[in-house]
């Protein structure tokens, strides 16, 4: 929304192949990263016999990877990134120290891939059968809230993954970045009533 002199608000909503491809890859090796986060709807848990230190260290590259797929420009890497081989264009890790998470997701990309464009296909569909739907849920939240708080919203950014998550929620991914279950967003109340407090935080 931009006004003459006005407070802006630029909310972007997607539901992303690489975090997609993020999040399935996280379940098929067994990844517990970020805890708080469900998982998948619909994907069969896939445990791992693996090391304690293995599963150290997948966990930790896995995390810093997805920091960097969530918010690219806010998690930079200090070395070149390289193309991971079965992915297309959708996933690059750093040159160094990543050596185990790449040879982790080698046999889960053709699968990956094809959950990613499946789950992305069907919000890309549901978003263009319902025009406008998107917008008008977060300016009535905006609105709601300066009717509430007696001002105009401060200006600020919220990029929003809808995603095929198992339980109903809401949850930060980023410091400017939360994922939304699919059911919870096509539900026009309850998504209004669970958007308000991300509004409340930022605006």
């Given amino acids: 929304m931009v006004g003459a002199g006005a407070p802006e608000w630029v909310i972007r909503e997607d539901a992303g192949q690489p975090v997609l491809l ?4 996280r379940q098929a090796m067994s ?13 069969p848990a896939s445990p791992v016999d693996r090391l304690e230190s ?4 997948l966990e930790r590259q896995w995390r810093e990877y997805w920091a960097m797929t969530v918010e690219p420009q806010a998690h930079p890497s200090p070395v070149p990134l390289e193309l991971v081989n079965g992915f297309e264009t959708l996933i690059a890790l750093p040159s160094a120290g990543f050596d185990e998470l790449r040879a982790a997701m080698a046999p889960h990309a053709d699968a990956a891939l094809a959950f990613s464009r499946a789950a992305h296909s069907r919000y890309r569909r549901e978003a263009t059968a319902k025009p406008g739907v998107s917008y008008r849920a977060y300016a ?5 809230h300066e009717r509430r708080v007696g001002r105009r919203a401060h200006s600020f950014e919220l990029n929003v993954q809808v995603l095929p998550l198992a339980q109903r929620g809401v ?5 400017l970045t939360i994922a ?15 958007i308000h407090p991300i509004i409340a935080e930022l605006a």
């Fill in 54 to 57: 293995d599963q150290a260290a």
């Fill in 22 to 25: 993020a999040l399935y890859l």
């Fill in 31 to 43: 990844l517990r990263s970020p805890e708080e986060l469900p998982q998948l709807r619909g994907l």
């Fill in 180 to 194: 939304v279950t699919d059911g919870l967003r096509g539900d026009v109340a309850a998504f209004d009533s669970a």
């Fill in 171 to 175: 949850w930060w991914i980023g410091s």
């Fill in 140 to 144: 009535s939240a905006i609105a709601e």
